[in-house]
């Protein structure tokens, strides 16, 4: 069965909540105008916690065809944790998806990948679907290491998991150095990571989950870079930082299957 791909925009801490009406209302008409067809490829806004029930209101008020989804979440399930949003809460939300793992999370929060795949775990519990990110910084890249450290990663992310759940998750490979750097890696760099990947869960969770298990790239994707990469056999989807702020440019990466 082909997969679907999924162009997900990560709008990281970026557009208070009037902002994100405005770009998500841009989106939406850019979309109809281009005469998107959801089922060619499955657009996606993930936006701060604060915008969602915004977004949530708007997506479901006028019938939009975009999906949208939060940027983390507490591992615990309520409780005295401070700061913390729980799974059930973005689930009530109707979010679909939610980022864990982020390599800004992990940089900057300390997230290990057994923390990342307990997240993912109660994503799914709660009905979602969580976009696991992996990737490795410039010294890993350096010493060519970067296959090996990227699957101990994956290993890791997707061992709480069952087959089922793995075969329903997105995966998404950032390498850290092509990140918000204008560096992106050759379409040739992201398939040998993103094959590695489902060859990994092919190998651990069985030919369906191999099969069916979505994989992202991101780091500096661009409407003029995006169509090379999604040419890649194993390459479903991008994970897209910056160009995701400006509506024109995130709706022409959303449907690069009518670029040319
Ligand atoms: P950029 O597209 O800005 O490089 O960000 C990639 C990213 O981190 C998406 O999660």
Not at 56 to 83: I, N, R
Not at 166 to 178: D, R
């Amino acid at each position: 069965m082909a997969r679907t791909s999924l162009m997900a925009g990560n709008w990281k801490m970026n557009l208070n909540h009037v902002e994100a009406t405005g770009l998500v209302q841009k989106l939406a008409w850019t979309l109809a105008d281009a005469k998107y067809d959801p089922a060619l490829s499955e657009a996606a806004v993930i936006v701060p916690f604060t915008d969602i029930r915004t977004v949530q209101t708007l997506v479901e008020g006028d019938k939009l065809p975009l999906k949208f989804g939060a940027q983390d979440v507490s591992v615990h399930a309520s409780g005295a944790y401070t700061g913390e949003v729980s799974a059930d809460m973005l689930a009530k939300l109707n979010c679909s998806y939610v980022v864990v793992g982020h390599s800004e999370r992990r940089e900057y929060h300390g997230e290990t990948d057994e923390l990342i795949g307990a997240k993912a775990k109660v994503v799914f519990e709660a009905g979602m679907t969580p976009i696991i990110c992996c990737g490795e910084v410039l010294e890993i890249r350096k010493q060519g290491t970067h296959v090996e450290h990227v699957l101990g990663q994956v290993e890791d992310c997707l061992a709480p998991l069952t087959a089922e759940q793995v075969a329903a998750s997105v995966i998404a490979y950032e390498p850290v150095w092509a990140i918000g750097t204008g560096e992106v890696a050759t379409p040739e760099d992201a398939q040998e990571v993103c094959g590695a990947i489902r060859g990994y869960v092919t190998d651990t969770f069985g030919a369906a989950a191999g099969e069916a298990v979505r994989i992202q790239y991101g780091g500096s994707v661009k409407a003029s870079n995006v169509v090379e990469i999604m040419a890649q056999p194993d390459v479903d989807g991008a994970l897209v930082g910056g160009a995701s702020l400006n509506a024109d440019e995130f709706a022409k990466i959303v449907m690069y299957y009518a670029a040319g």
